[in-house]
């Protein structure tokens, strides 16, 4: 059965490091994101304290969602193992590179700054475990290098810091 509690617990901690998947949903409109992230961009600084690095992509719903104080679940759950399935609905705060945690952010990932379009600093308001058993037992295999050779390549060709220019204009969320 389900159990909601105010802040993670040790083991919380520990699952979520151990995980190669999670998600992210935001809404701060009609519409609620969804998306799926990987590599090691997430952190746990403290039992309610997350820290998200956010690589450019196509979009920047998160972003958007921050900007006007939407509401955010982050999602772990287990595909190998024990069954679990952890959510942890929190605020969010953007971190942008004239921001003083930045630097001390960017530290905790040991990534190139150029690569990051920023980060957002997850404030856990409820945390709620639930059993898991109906998500399939998967294999993880490897990452896809993808996302990051285009950040780094964009980067290379004084392409990168431009393009996250563009994303961060949020969309006009009335005509939603």
Do not use: H
Request: hydrophobic share 35%; charged share 25%.
């Amino acid at each position: 059965m389900g159990k909601q509690y105010k802040i993670l617990t040790k083991s919380d901690i520990e699952f979520i490091k151990q995980q190669k998947l999670f998600y992210i949903a935001s809404c701060s409109g009609k519409e609620v994101n969804l998306s799926p992230k990987g590599y090691n961009t997430i952190k746990v600084i403290d039992e309610t304290t997350l820290i998200f690095a956010s690589y450019p992509g196509s979009g920047n719903r998160t972003y958007t969602d921050a900007a006007n104080n939407g509401e955010f679940t982050i999602v772990f759950n287990a595909f190998e193992d024990k069954p679990m399935i952890l959510r942890l609905f929190c605020k969010a705060k953007i971190i942008q590179k004239d921001d003083t945690n930045y630097e001390k952010y960017l530290n905790l990932f040991l990534i190139k700054e150029s690569v990051i379009r920023n980060f957002f600093e997850f404030r856990i308001y409820a945390v709620e475990s639930s059993c898991g058993m109906s998500v399939p037992i998967m294999k993880y295999v490897e990452d896809r290098d993808e996302l990051k050779n285009w950040a780094v390549d964009m980067d290379g060709k004084g392409q990168l810091e431009a393009y996250n220019q563009k994303s961060f204009i949020p969309p006009d969320l009335s005509k939603i």
